[in-house]
């Protein structure tokens, strides 16, 4: 009876926790300049959703999922609600999951699997991929979640249908961010290469399909690389934590700080590598390989020099089986060593507080300004006004949809955005409203001037003399006009 009140009050706090959160997703509901003009220009007019194959990157599904919106009415398929709504309902799922399969790996512990959902919605990370659609770790974030449960089962009860639920996902899983790959990989390869003797034939099988999907999406994005996106930059942009340009030790700390949950895990991970390497204790390695997974995922974006907290995310998931069993193992072998990991995951909660408060502050304000600005250029074209966007000393060559460097990114960003928008009004009769500008003076005095915030002063300055004033900013530009419209 008491089992089963804890179980029934946590279902009830992981709702509670998901309306909250649900509440923080839709507050000041709007697009926002940037990626969000994927949307734009594919689901909310009827288009199947993007996937990401060009520019020295491939995760082909990463966004695709979205697509299952267009199979709802028009006038409820494609709105914002209706992509946010789908983020939550996706979350939820893939959270109580989560908590099931926390409580098949501590036997039931409600309280410490509780715990561990808890620190779940702390990490700066999670607010970060459910409060916009342009992040894949939000759908991988299920898929990580559905592929573990399925294995486990398959494990405990050697299911070939769960085995093959379980490398489903994964497969998807791999096809959704690029350095998925190399941890499913290392999951793959520890559990051959030090559990074959207590591997049945099923498992053995599960763990080689592994290595199929992750070699051949190797494979595939090689192919593309060298034969398909010629002149493009490798994943990342061509910087490695080795260059000279690089700051090693500032991305590494950068890293940490950001989730700071990540620090606890690394280490976690060496302390279970000696245990498996040196005293061969090789009795849990379906959750030490997902531990090593995590790491190596992890690792990638620190070879690579992208520290944003989002981005490890899915490292955190696989990571949190471990720390959930070896939390739950050690309180009844050494309850110091279990006492410290949940003090110092909860500590971790604590830091990564104003992150997540900076970030939604952050997303709340472009919610309330970037559809206003682009709401203004679009009434000023309707009214007669030229809009130009200054090139800043690029050469107009450069500009065109879908380049995404400089001053080029943001002319493409503001084409889809402005179109949308005069489409939403009936009155989109040119595919692109701004005219790329190279010098200012061939500007009209009563048109609209997108111009780089950054821009030097003697730009700035010539506008002022006649009479142009910044009336609006977003995305890393001023609007500049000589009078608000009516």
Known sequence: MHSKFVRNLNYLVIVSLLAIVGCFIFKDLNWVLGDDDLFLKTTMIGKPSHAWTGRGRFWPLGLCDYSVLLLLPKAIGRTIEAHFAYNLIIMAVAVFTLYHLFNKLNEKNYGLSLFFILILFGVSSFIQIHNS??????????????????????????????????????????????????????????????????????????????????????????????????????????????????????????????????????????????????????RTLFIDSLLFGAVTYALAYIVLAMTHSYYVFPALVFAFPSLVFWTNYLWKANKFASFLIILLCGSTTYF????????????????????????????????????????????????????????????????????????????LRDNNILRPLEKLEYAFDDGIILCPVEMDQKYKDYLESRGFKVQRRAFGIDVYAQQLSE
Request: net charge positive.
């Open 133 to 282: 659609c342009i992040y894949p770790e939000r759908m991988m974030f299920f898929m990580q979640v559905v592929f573990m449960y399925f294995w486990l089962r398959g494990y405990q009860n050697s299911s070939t249908r769960s085995y093959f639920l379980s490398w489903i996902f994964c497969s998807y899983l791999i096809f959704s961010k690029e350095p998925v790959f190399a941890a499913i990989l290392i999951v793959a390869l520890a559990n051959l290469i030090w559990g074959w003797n207590q591997l049945t034939e099923k498992d053995r099988l599960f763990q080689f399909s592994q290595i199929f999907s992750a070699v051949t999406y190797l494979g595939i994005y090689v192919y593309r690389y060298f034969y398909r996106n010629s002149g493009d930059s490798l994943y990342g942009g061509g910087n490695l934590i080795f260059s000279q340009n690089v700051d090693a030790l500032g991305t590494i700390k950068a890293m940490f700080v950001g989730e700071p949950i990540l620090g606890l895990i690394f280490l976690f991970a060496l302390v279970r590598a000696y245990f498996v390497l040196i005293k061969s204790d090789r």
């Open 352 to 427: 990564s507080f104003n992150i997540s408060k900076d970030f939604t502050q952050s997303t709340y304000k472009s919610r309330n300004n970037d559809m206003k600005v682009v709401d203004f250029i679009t009434d000023s074209y309707i009214n007669g006004k030229y809009v130009y966007l200054f090139t800043n000393g690029e050469s107009l060559s450069r500009f065109r949809i879908g380049a995404v460097h400089g001053n080029v990114w943001a002319f493409d960003v503001f084409t889809h955005f402005t179109n949308y928008v005069l489409k939403s009004k009936n009155y």
